[in-house]
């Protein structure tokens, strides 16, 4: 037997229980150990989402429209996919401005203003009274229900019992009580509440719980099944037809709509903000409620259709109010302990939605509603009074309690002739209309107050239009023709059908027209309306949030003069002298230190107490706050846009031109350089043509006066002319292949190429160079050595400029010179070592540049054109190798190149590169 | 390109797919009186689809690494070859 006083117990325990985690929560809260910063938690707490609505109506609604209920949560379901791109970054925004509610959240996107902080509010407050209503009318009925037990019987008609009969008032006050309790127990508003979450997450918990228990028990304890009740509905005519979605003009787009408005209702409805932004701890949580949250809402609605079905099967069709079967079920089989769960699941879901609610919706009047106004009125002097926390937390419980008899009016007059979910959805339309200004603000950087404004007001209006004026007529405020004619007869007008539109029903009509005008008026306006500094400045900064991460400290609005006493002043009064301390150490440990000794407050230092006081009042209110004590010298529109943009476009610039600057500065050195390069060529090329020439001529004018010279020296001396002019030919060769290479019109020979046979003619073709020197010549020579690509002629040539370079620098006495070949991976090493002078540290790289000589401290200039080794480097690198020296000063130095083992074809594509980076290269010096 | 624009992206192709899957027409082609395994088939592809992009985000949310910002690999070795 469920006796009242049973279910009183039990409703009362699991409300103390409630309380007692809350009361842990938030000790832990205090001591550093957040119970609820973690992601399950996180996701259980968005699960506010679902409330008496879900847990009633849903099964009300299939029971007559089949799949009806499902758009509510395939919404949220689309939004999580989202949530990565747009909740997390409103989270990021809101704690960067610490926003502490939607309206806040608005009202600072555009400007901070005080006037669209009420709009919002008001608009929040109007469109969220059905939904409260809703739950109290849950509550009630479910209430009423459950003390009829073991009979059942649906009460009906409230609106003729006086109020103070009526279950519902005084569960409305109750709600108030608890609310008070639960949301502003302590004397500092602060903006997060753990211990809150952690009862909403366990609350979500149970009312899972509560309704899966009822699921099966339907499914698997009454039927045998799915497939059961599936095949028992399908003999019943008026369940068949609920296996799919009825088609008539407009299904589709109305399915459509309604998952569209459960999209923006999950991301706009005040509560939903509280709990996934303003109560979210970390950013990261987001990553695993994106798929937790949906799984939640498919839980919970895994047994819906079930459970209509069985209980339309059971109690036979329109017998029963289908809001009222997850309880009349388990009744009707007389399951005392389920009942009770039941009963219970459904004050977690109704109380659930009412305290986050009424906290966010008392956050918002108080914030952005009475603040404003209150630190209007000048005879208040309110900024100036001691007692600042006391009045918040007053006009908070007021505000709430303020609420919940709105909501208690609305379900006594009006809640009580529609079914749960048509109540709700009415709300749902109403927070929908935030939707423009929220996405425009966070995306959008044109957009401006006036636009939100106009919107939002039009949208508003619509709304009354189509869904609240309606409602009246069906309470009996208006008359029937308002709905059926249109108002004066006016058809076009009709709030069911404007413009005779009739293809939606009312919710998707009234969601399509309101949406519709909002946007495009939000657009439209804000289109040619002109931004204010202040709208400017918060729109970048909404919009460009990761960018300006940590920075918005600095880059702040302010220019005016306060004094560092008043401001600390100001804080307490809000704060409270405990939370005053701490967090100005906060600020300067983080950003300045030193700030209380001056008497005048810096920038940084407003905009941070600006912002605290935000978390508290909201953002409007603080800014109006704050203006009072510092004395803000006028900002004009044309300084905010040059602090904003041009600063950074001005920096962005200046940092360009420098590295611009740089890079010229560096191209000029190297012309000049190269100048001087050129110069000290054609003076050493001069030189070397000259001596072999100037040999050859002496010899020749020898041979041609004395011609009876004798075989042996007539041998010597055409010898000598031969070696000469051989030279002679070398340097101009090499002069114009350096200036073939350099200009990129070196013809390319590419073949497979044996760096043995490379090595052996590089050898014989200097091996007289060799022999006159007398040097012994060590090889190092793998029997095996794979093929490189490359021209072989020019591999020669590298080969021949080491040696004979190797030749050039060796010790006169006792030379060596040892030539390595080696596979490193997927490289050829070549190494040509000799004994000479070595070659210091900074002309390792010197030597390869063209034009380089080193000159020998004894021996000066060395013999060459200072060319040899820049050839050798250009060959070397064409064919994608590298070249470098290795030495210690005096004991010779061994010269390295590396070439890649790649086949033909390879290197002719890589060369194309080469040619075109060299004509850049050119290009460019 | 960072990591969180990445999953971004990524889920915002789930978004689109979730959104195309439970709107018209691809819903009316489910939308007849048929059953399999004894249940109404619209039901069963809503719960199915439902499944799907759950698994969906989580696959994305815990498969996507920071290697995934980065640009593909064949340039990068490109560049390496050449110097």
């Given at each position: ?45 968005l699960a506010v989402y679902c409330t008496a609505w879900t847990f009633?109506g ?14 509510t949560?395939?919404g949220p ?23 502490t509610s939607i309206a806040d959240f608005i009202a ?8 669209l902080g009420s709009v919002v509010t008001i608009i929040a407050v109007l469109g969220i009274i059905p939904y409260i209503s809703l739950q109290l009318k849950a509550i ?28 519902a008032?005084?569960i409305a006050?109750?709600l108030a009580?608890f609310t008070i309790?639960f949301g502003t ?11 809150l979450?952690?009862?909403i ?60 408005l459960s999209m923006m209702a999950f991301m706009c409805l005040p509560r939903q903000f509280q709990v996934t932004v303003v109560e ?69 879901a109704a109380t659930g939605m009412v305290i986050v609610a009424t906290i966010a919706l008392s956050t918002m009047i108080c914030n952005d509603l009475a ?24 006009i908070r419980r007021g505000s709430i309690v303020l609420v919940l008899m709105f909501g208690y009016a609305y379900f006594h007059f009006i809640g009580?002739?529609y079914?749960l979910v048509s109540i709700g959805l009415v709300s749902f339309a109403a927070v929908a209309q935030f939707s423009?200004a929220i ?17 939002l007001i039009?949208g508003f209006i619509v709304w009354i239009?189509t869904l609240v004026?309606?409602s009246l ?34 919710v998707?009509?009234a969601v399509?027209?309101s949406l519709?005008?909002n ?99 909201g ?307 | ?83």
């Amino acid at each position: 037997m469920l006796s009242t006083e049973t279910i009183l117990f039990f409703s009362f325990g699991y409300i103390g229980l409630l309380f007692a985690i809350a009361y842990i929560g938030d000790r832990h809260a205090k001591i550093g150990l957040s119970l609820v910063s973690n992601p399950y938690i996180y996701a259980l707490s968005l699960a506010v989402y679902c409330t008496a609505w879900t847990f009633y109506g849903s099964v009300g609604l299939a029971a007559t429209s089949g799949l009806g209920f499902l758009p509510t949560y395939i919404g949220p379901t689309l939004v999580a996919t989202l949530g990565w791109l747009v909740l997390r970054k409103i989270i990021r925004i809101s704690k960067v401005h610490r926003i502490t509610s939607i309206a806040d959240f608005i009202a600072s996107r555009y400007g901070k203003s005080t006037t669209l902080g009420s709009v919002v509010t008001i608009i929040a407050v109007l469109g969220i009274i059905p939904y409260i209503s809703l739950q109290l009318k849950a509550i009630s009925t479910s209430y009423q229900v459950v003390t009829g037990y073991p009979l059942i019987n649906v009460p009906r008609h409230f609106t003729q019992i006086p109020f103070y009969y009526d279950t519902a008032f005084y569960i409305a006050l109750i709600l108030a009580v608890f609310t008070i309790l639960f949301g502003t127990r302590s004397l500092v508003a602060t903006e997060r509440h753990e211990g809150l979450v952690a009862a909403i997450a366990f609350e979500s918990m149970v009312k899972l719980i509560a309704f899966l228990a009822v699921g099966i028990f339907v499914t698997y304890g009454i039927y045998n099944g799915f497939a059961d009740i599936f095949d028992q509905a399908r003999a019943m005519p008026e369940l068949r037809r609920l296996f799919t979605i009825e088609i008539q003009t407009g299904t589709y787009a109305s399915w459509c709509i309604h998952i569209f408005l459960s999209m923006m209702a999950f991301m706009c409805l005040p509560r939903q903000f509280q709990v996934t932004v303003v109560e979210n701890v970390n950013e990261d949580h987001l990553k695993k409620a994106v798929w937790l949250f949906p799984l939640y809402l498919l839980a919970i609605n895994f047994f819906v259709l079930p459970i209509a079905f069985g209980g339309v099967l059971h109690f036979g069709a329109g017998s029963f109010d289908a809001d009222t079967f997850v309880l009349t079920l388990p009744m009707a089989r007389h399951k005392e302990s389920l009942t009770l769960l039941v009963f219970i699941g459904g004050i977690s879901a109704a109380t659930g939605m009412v305290i986050v609610a009424t906290i966010a919706l008392s956050t918002m009047i108080c914030n952005d509603l009475a603040m404003p106004v209150l630190l209007r009125i000048p005879s208040l002097q309110l900024a100036e009074r001691d007692d600042l926390a006391g009045i918040l937390l007053g006009i908070r419980r007021g505000s709430i309690v303020l609420v919940l008899m709105f909501g208690y009016a609305y379900f006594h007059f009006i809640g009580e002739y529609y079914s749960l979910v048509s109540i709700g959805l009415v709300s749902f339309a109403a927070v929908a209309q935030f939707s423009p200004a929220i996405l425009g603000g966070i995306f959008w950087k044109s957009a401006t107050k006036s636009g939100a404004i106009s919107g939002l007001i039009a949208g508003f209006i619509v709304w009354i239009y189509t869904l609240v004026l309606p409602s009246l007529v069906q309470a009996g405020f208006i008359g029937p023709d308002f709905v059926n004619q249109g108002p004066f007869n006016i058809g076009w007008l009709n709030p069911f059908a404007l413009f005779g539109l009739q293809d939606f029903d009312h919710v998707a009509h009234a969601v399509f027209w309101s949406l519709l005008c909002n946007t495009l008026i939000y657009i439209g306006v804000s289109l040619y309306s002109r931004p204010s500094a202040i709208e400017h400045t918060q729109a970048t900064l909404f919009v460009d949030v990761y960018h300006y991460a940590g920075e918005t400290e600095g880059s702040s609005f302010w220019r005016g003069t306060a004094s560092v006493g008043d401001l600390r002043s100001l804080v307490v009064r809000f704060l409270g002298q405990e939370r005053t301390e701490e967090e100005l150490a906060t600020y300067s440990n983080k950003y300045a230190t030193g700030w209380e000794d001056d008497r005048q407050a810096d920038a940084g230092l407003v905009n941070y107490v600006e912002k605290l006081l935000a978390g508290t009042i909201g953002s409007a209110s603080a800014r109006v706050v704050v203006s009072k004590t510092v004395k803000e010298e006028p900002l004009s529109i044309d300084e905010v846009m040059n602090i904003l943009d041009e600063t950074r476009q001005v920096i962005a610039y200046s940092r360009e031109l420098e590295k611009a600057t740089a890079k010229l500065r560096a191209a000029n050195e190297r012309l000049k350089e190269l100048d001087r390069l050129k110069d000290e060529f054609i003076s050493t090329v001069t030189h070397e043509l000259r001596t072999p020439l100037t040999s050859v001529r002496s010899i020749a004018e020898i041979l041609n006066a004395n011609p009876n010279v004798d075989h042996w020296q007539h041998q010597k001396f055409t010898t000598i002319i031969v070696k000469e002019s051989e030279r002679l030919t070398r340097l101009i060769n090499q002069v114009l292949d350096f200036q073939k290479i350099e200009t990129g019109r070196m013809d390319w020979q590419i073949s497979e190429v044996d760096f043995k046979g490379v090595i052996q003619d590089a050898l014989s073709s200097t091996s007289q160079l060799v022999s006159e020197k007398q040097i012994q010549i060590d090889q190092n020579i793998p029997v095996y050595v794979p093929t490189v690509a490359g021209d072989r002629d020019r591999l020669i040539q590298v080969m021949v400029n080491l040696i004979s370079n190797a030749v050039k620098f060796c010790d006169d006495k006792d030379a060596h010179i040892a030539i390595g070949l080696s596979v490193v991976s997927d490289q050829l090493l070549v190494s040509v070592k000799d004994n000479g002078i070595g070659v210091s540290k900074k002309d390792r790289e010197i030597i390869f540049q063209e034009f380089r000589q080193i000159k020998h401290n004894l021996k000066g200039r060395p013999p060459g054109s200072g060319l040899g080794l820049s050839i050798t480097k250009r060959i070397v690198n064409f064919h994608g190798g590298r070249i470098w020296v290795e030495s210690a000063q005096g004991k010779g130095s061994v010269f390295f190149f590396t070439l890649p083992l790649r086949k033909p074809d390879e290197i002719r594509q890589d060369s194309r590169l080469a040619e075109w980076e060299t004509e850049q290269a050119n290009g460019s010096a | 390109m960072t990591l969180d624009s990445v999953i971004s992206r990524r889920l915002f192709g789930i978004f689109l797919l979730g959104f195309i899957l439970f709107d018209y027409p691809i819903l009316s082609i489910f939308n007849v009186e048929t059953f399999l395994f004894g249940i109404p088939l619209l039901y069963l592809y809503m719960l199915i689809v439902w499944l799907l992009l759950i698994l969906l985000i989580v696959f994305v949310t815990r498969v996507t690494r920071y290697r995934d910002a980065l640009p593909s690999s064949p340039s990068l070795e490109f560049k390496m070859f050449r110097h």
